[in-house]
């Protein structure tokens, strides 16, 4: 069997998308879908390993991607939750450094303002967020509080007269060397509560550094956020965002984003597994005739399968307005944890050529493991769910 007999595009699953959960959107979901997959076919996929061999971000790609106009696909645009996690999916599947990018501004950071905001403030700021005119960041996570940043947020916010000052620091801030706003989360001392403020990055006493020497997600740009009596004026104190719980209602909807793209991840490594498979010739045919690779294969697209299958039933419930913080604990958890195996199965179908970016697999393999991480760990929302069917809480 010859490399050129098999023409990928025309097999019956060349989308990967097994059993067909495409087919639950609505004709135009699936038009607008399209004109999605093009974009990141022509300006996303083509540069994708050399930034992300530079880390550096492609400044040029906010523009363009302001022009396809997908900020906010729910809220603004009226989409499902089906359509939004397919479409955050595939940008994953593209390019997970540039999903990331996406996933904090209009994830966590625009989920900020559309949550907890008041509707004066979002009047004011949400234009100028949707079209990429500002970009956002959003800081939670901190240098010595990650899973127990909800009970132990160190930088501190005091009320002075109509202003507030922010002292304290925050770690792992995608998009925060060149975000115009971040959503800052500090602990109020007169109360103790975890309060929310949109921070404008110019402030005197606001910097943010660059963390150096990543091997996960490089194209992002992560920073360490360190704030020296940041003067913040009331009105950008978040309305309603008062305590953990507010901005809890911000996670449990971004961890579900996270998830998708751990499926996005494991369709991206099984598209770079397959190609490679059918054209990889050892022994005189093709590498995909070996029984082997194909259980591989399988194993991987059955992981993936799997993920979507729970991903799409909660983005089913999410739209109804009855999915759980559970449910998206388990989702998280569960799916990284298949995207773990399958990211791995596929660097082995690539043997050495597997470590090098060059054939990308490496840099999916990779990228995999940040993904695994943040928005709560595998751990933490495992406790979460184990707490859930329990009743008992196994966190201290």
Request: net charge negative.
């Amino acid at each position: 069997m010859s490399k050129a007999a098999i023409d990928l595009k025309n097999l019956p699953y060349a989308d990967g998308d097994f059993y067909g959960f495409e087919q639950l959107l609505s004709d135009s979901e699936r038009e607008r879908l399209q004109v999605i997959r093009d974009f990141l076919a022509k300006e996303v996929k083509p540069i994708a390993v050399d930034c992300w061999n530079r880390g550096e971000f492609p400044m040029e790609l906010i523009p363009k991607l302001a022009e396809l106009d997908i900020a906010s696909p729910v809220h603004r645009q009226g989409y499902s939750n089906v359509f939004a996690g397919i479409c955050h999916a595939e940008f994953t599947r593209a390019d997970a450094s540039i999903a990331t990018f996406m996933g904090v501004h209009d994830g966590l950071f625009t989920g900020s303002i559309e949550a907890l905001a008041s509707e004066e403030q979002k009047a004011a700021w949400l234009p100028d967020i949707y079209s990429l005119k500002k970009i956002g960041a959003f800081g939670l996570t901190e240098p010595l509080g990650g899973s127990d940043v909800a009970g132990g947020t160190r930088t501190t916010a005091v009320r002075d007269g109509e202003n507030w000052i922010l002292n304290g620091a925050k770690r792992w801030i995608g998009n925060a060397t060149f975000a115009d706003w971040v959503v800052i989360y500090a602990r109020d001392v007169a109360d103790n509560q975890v309060k929310a403020f949109l921070v404008d990055t110019t402030l005197p006493g606001y910097s943010a550094t660059k963390i150096e020497n990543k091997i996960s997600l490089r194209t992002v740009q992560n920073a360490d956020i360190l704030l020296e009596n940041v003067v913040v004026p009331h009105e950008y104190k978040l309305a309603g965002g008062n305590s953990f719980k507010d901005a809890n209602k911000v996670l449990k909807v971004t961890r579900l984003a996270v998830a998708w793209q751990a499926v996005g991840q494991q369709m991206a490594a099984f598209d770079v597994a397959r190609r490679y498979a059918v054209e990889r010739q050892q022994f005189g045919r093709p590498i995909a005739s070996f029984q082997l690779v194909q259980d591989q294969l399988v194993k991987m697209l059955g992981n993936t399968v799997a993920s979507m299958g729970m991903m799409v039933r909660l983005a089913q419930l999410e739209d109804q307005g009855i999915a759980k913080d559970e449910q998206s604990a388990l989702a998280k958890a569960f799916t990284t944890a298949r995207m773990r195996e399958t990211v791995a199965m596929g660097r082995s179908i690539l043997g050495g050529n597997g470590i090098v970016t060059d054939y990308e697999m490496a840099k999916i393999f990779a990228d995999a493991e940040a993904i695994y991480s943040y928005e709560g760990t595998h751990e933490i929302n495992t406790l979460v769910t184990g707490r859930a069917i329990t009743g008992i809480s196994a966190i201290v």
